[in-house]
């Protein structure tokens, strides 16, 4: 009988904990009462439980203490922050997690077609794979596998390849694809004739190009080597996750930075790609102790100014005015069949300008690969070089048009034509079975509201109700939002008599009615869905382990 009171006594407290949780409220002091009765709060910490394990597990590689936000907040599926006109992509999410993962190479990798491994794979897969065909090892620290059954068997290679080329299609995930089968006929070719991993993931939330790029140079997720999403926390400010593009918060070494020493930096590194939140696919450059300044080219000044940061990176001279953009600019305005200096109706740059949705830049990137492969001699001895890109623009087509529209096929058809033109180079220039391609992307695209109902959550409304609530002003209380987080000002919080835990519970209860705008009537399909709430989890990113910890 003692033992049966003990089980009870035990039971009985833990159902007292669970009520604990569960009782959250907005009666607190300098609340504005209880919630209405058609939106009851059912509690931050019992929302969160109820995620897919899967999901949490995501998010938890996504997250490192004292970088990433406070607060974690996921979207009920399919909505996203953004706009009816703008989409976004970051979430723990199947349909967003999903990318290809594509190796080519006759005599390196297996002609095996698309493979379905009995383990699961991710981006963090990618470094160590191609670490195993260069002969360096990564740290045994890193979740990232070797992709052995895609390999040719080591002592059935000729050596190491004469160069390893990495792209990434970014935004160029598997429902893109799926969307548009017949778009890419060399990348098919490549899946065909080379290995093509079957349910290839990110495997970390948020699924951000930073973060993801970052997995794939160091083959571990955020948790680990720190880059956590476009901005971070570094103690009390929340600044860019690569300031005047310096690599000094990427905390691991990237397969590039290992790689290039072991051949005493005999090995040619090289990277062009739209932005800095690019650079920890292939490393820190001279920021690494006993490294050198690998070639870094970004685009990112938007009027076709090359960038680099030279403290730690070269930026070839050559590359300043290299011919073709007004072909490309041709090629693009004939693609929609009409020849009229429009794109489906849209402008096109009259002059070089990268981070525009639409194809000319990626076209254009494609000579400046060129330049550089020919003029720095990439491929032609026998150390291995490594060369990463990135192709951004079908990321922008999914943000600006959605990947459901026509523009998009349009892009992926010509970045799919680029890929052929690298290859017929690299067979010429550095012979055929000579050298390695490997393609993924870093994430999928966001989902059309109107076509699934997903609901586009306003986030400086989702701040202001939050501000309101709490007596705070925004500019004081938010340091930084993004699609799956919030940074918090800890001492105006602290001044607010704010925990974590409050606001968690708040923005739980957020509905479509309050997050549209004030008097104004909700757009058509959605006007029967005013109280249905937005989030399907918000909890402090602190408690993340109690949370694993109930729902595992």
């Known amino acids: ?268 590194i090289g990277l062009i790609a739209e932005r800095a939140w690019h650079l920890g696919m292939m490393g820190h450059g001279a920021f690494t102790p006993g490294g050198d300044k690998d070639i870094a080219v970004m685009s990112e000044a938007g009027d076709g100014t090359l960038v680099t940061n030279p403290k730690f990176y070269s930026l070839p001279p050559y590359l300043d005015g290299i011919p073709g953009f007004e072909s490309d600019r041709e090629i693009t305005d004939l693609s929609d069949n009409i020849d009229d200096g429009l794109w489906f109706g849209h402008k096109i740059p009259t002059e070089h300008r990268a981070g525009a949705a639409n194809p000319v830049w990626t076209r254009y990137q494609s000579r400046l690969l060129r330049a550089v492969w020919e003029n720095e001699g990439f491929g032609q001895d026998d150390v291995t070089d490594m060369f990463f890109t990135n192709f951004k623009e079908i990321d922008l087509i999914g943000h600006v048009y959605n990947y459901t529209q026509p523009e998009m096929r349009s892009m992926v058809e010509h970045t799919d034509v680029v890929l052929g033109e690298m290859m017929e180079y690299l067979d010429a220039n550095v012979g055929k079975g000579e050298w390695v391609i490997a393609l993924t992307a870093d994430h999928g695209s966001g989902p059309d509201a109107y076509k699934t109902g997903a609901w586009p959550i306003d986030e400086k409304r989702l701040q202001i109700d939050i501000a309101v609530e709490f007596g705070a002003r925004v500019t004081e209380l938010f340091q930084a939002q993004r699609p799956t987080g919030i940074w918090l000002d800890e001492e105006t919080m602290e001044q607010h008599g704010v925990t974590n835990e409050e606001l968690a519970d708040f923005v739980m209860d957020h509905t479509i009615r309050q997050n549209w705008k004030e008097g104004k009537r909700l757009p058509a399909g959605y006007r029967e869905r005013g109280n249905e709430e937005l989030f399907a989890a918000v909890f402090p990113t602190d408690r993340l382990d109690e949370v694993m910890e109930c729902a595992g």
Not at 115 to 131: F, K, N, Q, S
Not at 176 to 185: C, E, I, K, Q
Not at 189 to 216: C, F, K, Q, W, Y
């Open 1 to 268: 009988m003692d033992g049966l009171k003990r089980v009870g006594a035990v039971v009985l407290g833990s159902v007292l904990l669970v009520g604990a949780f569960l009782a959250y409220t907005r009666d607190r002091p300098g609340g504005n009462g209880p919630r209405p009765e058609e939106t009851p709060t059912a509690g931050w910490f019992a929302a969160a439980c109820e995620l897919p394990i899967e999901q949490l597990e995501r998010i938890q590689r996504g997250t490192m203490a004292g970088r990433s936000p406070e607060i974690v907040v996921v979207p009920k599926e399919p909505n996203y922050f953004g706009s009816f006109q703008i989409a976004t992509h970051s979430g723990p999410w199947d349909y967003i997690q999903g990318v290809p993962l594509v190796l080519y190479g006759p005599g390196y990798i297996q002609p095996k077609g698309p493979l379905t491994l009995d383990r699961p794979v991710t981006v963090a897969d990618m470094a160590p794979t191609l670490a195993d065909l260069v002969g360096t090892p990564l740290p045994d620290d890193r979740p990232g596998r070797p992709l052995t059954e895609a390999l040719v068997p080591r002592s059935e290679r000729s050596g190491p390849p004469k160069m390893i080329l990495f792209v990434v299609w970014d935004g160029g995930g598997t429902n893109v694809l799926t969307r548009w089968p017949n778009a890419y006929p060399n990348l098919k070719r490549l899946m065909s004739e080379g290995v093509s991993i079957n349910d290839a993931s990110v495997g970390s939330s948020p699924s951000v190009t930073p973060a993801i790029h970052a997995t794939m140079g160091t083959g571990a997720f955020p948790d680990q080597h720190g880059i956590v999403d476009i901005p971070l926390r570094k103690g009390s400010r929340v600044p860019e996750s690569y300031p005047n593009k310096s690599p000094k918060n990427l905390e691991l070494t990237t397969l590039a930075d290992i790689y290039d020493k072991a051949t005493a930096n005999e090995a040619l």
